[in-house]
């Protein structure tokens, strides 16, 4: 059977766009990528610029993408980074280290957009700003509206056969919520909006996460405990113990208009059957790197490939009623798990049973042991940062580790 050939918009040219971009590319789809910087990279491209509100709330603010801060180091290492035939290797005098900073990751991206030709499908300053089915009652149609940013403006509108939304999950903050907040008189800001350090020299900043009891008109912050301090400065970093920076953003699709059919509760984005494919818009519709606690490239990799063979009709989804009761399913695992339905999208660690469910569908054995090789060097790490300090990026030998586990020197 003659594989079919789809006009696909991809949403976002990140990491899990470019990406994505490939797979359909390579399954003979025709793709057409919005990106609305005027560069690749997604999260990894640093962007100087702060939100005129500081905490986020206003929906009518001009929305800064990246959240990075200048000085950023990764918290993965390169080894498991990259992708299954594209590693991110040490290349020429860029920064050398196993967790390098953000500029390595961003050429990366760069490298691997240009070495698979996909810069040609970006269409660069382009926002998206309405995604919606362009025949009511129609899965296979959708209207794609989209303004330009920057120089000469411009609007239009694109009609496309399946929609791929890879616009990331690090730009809408959440912010801790405690008695005096919004009323608290000193400057208070999320992380999203943090860059350098330079502003806050000489003045008593609060990091926190959700712990403060109350906040008193005279500046004066009350703990849970009952001590208490007087800060000039409050960053919300709103992530928690167990989910690390992740829980510091929410899903956000503010383009997207399902009357109702996708909605997002509680960070919760649904329904979605195995966190990439709505039921009742299947497989037209799809997400790409909504799961966390992942190494995002290769769960990333794994739903595109998936997504793109779907759309070509290499591989058949199950029928909307069995998909609705695969996810009612995993509902019920996440409460057996204790865990509340903000951490719906939330991989358990360690197991990798999403990974090499993935594996499985794209019908691609070899990935099965790339896929290991990258559970091993991260389970490895996971133990080394537990029994280390501060420095453990500095001081984890992964390329020794890996040699002698048998890798070789890169994972390739």
Not at 120 to 133: A, G
Not at 251 to 265: A, E, M, R
Not at 396 to 408: R, S, Y
Request: charged residues 25%; hydrophobic residues 35%.
């Amino acid at each position: 059977m003659a594989k079919k050939q789809m006009r696909a918009a991809v949403i976002g040219a990140g990491m899990s766009g470019l990406v994505a971009a490939r797979e359909l590319r390579r399954e003979r789809h025709q793709v057409v990528v919005f990106e609305r910087s005027n560069d690749v990279g997604g999260t990894w491209l640093y962007d100087p610029r702060v939100e005129s509100d500081p905490l986020g709330l206003d929906p009518g603010r001009d929305v800064v993408h990246a959240s990075m801060y200048q000085s950023l180091r990764t918290n993965l290492p390169r080894q498991i980074m990259g992708f299954s035939d594209y590693p991110f290797l040490k290349k020429g005098s860029g920064d050398s280290r196993n967790f390098p900073g953000h500029e390595e990751v961003l050429r990366f991206l760069r490298g691997f957009a240009e070495d698979f030709g996909l810069v040609e499908l970006i269409r660069f300053r382009h926002e998206v700003v309405r995604v919606e089915q362009a025949i009511e009652g129609r899965r296979d149609l959708w209207a794609v509206e989209w303004r330009t940013r920057g120089g000469e403006e411009a609007a239009g509108m694109d009609v496309f056969e399946a929609v791929v939304v890879c616009n990331g999950k690090h730009t809408q903050p959440k912010i801790a919520e405690f008695p005096g907040r919004s009323t608290w008189p000193r400057e208070q800001l999320h992380s999203h909006n943090y860059r350098v350090p330079e502003p806050y020299k000489d003045k008593i900043v609060l990091i926190i996460g959700r712990e403060i009891a109350r906040a008193e008109d005279d500046g004066k912050l009350v703990f849970q405990d009952g001590s208490s301090l007087y800060a000039d400065v409050i960053i919300h970093c709103t992530g928690d113990k167990q989910t690390y920076s992740f829980l510091q953003y929410s899903y956000h699709f503010p383009f997207l208009k399902t009357k109702g059919l996708i909605s997002v509760d509680n960070n919760r984005v649904g329904p979605l059957y195995k966190h990439v494919f709505p039921p009742c818009l299947a497989p037209r519709l799809s997400f790409i790197c909504i799961p966390y606690l992942a190494f995002p490239a290769q769960p990333s990799e794994l739903q595109s490939k998936w997504a793109a063979k779907v759309l070509s009709g290499e591989v058949v989804l199950p029928s909307e009623e069995e998909m609705m009761s695969s996810v009612q399913e995993h509902y019920q695992r996440v409460e057996e798990l204790g865990w509340p339905k903000h951490h719906t999208h939330r991989l358990e660690i360690g197991k990798c049973e999403y990974e090499k469910w993935l594996v499985d569908q794209v019908g691609l054995p070899s990935l099965e042991q790339y896929r290991e090789k990258m559970a091993r060097i991260g389970l490895e790490l996971w133990k080394y940062v537990q029994s280390s300090d501060e420095n453990w990026r500095d001081t984890w030998d992964g390329d020794k580790w890996m040699q002698e586990e048998g890798f070789g020197k890169q994972i390739s």
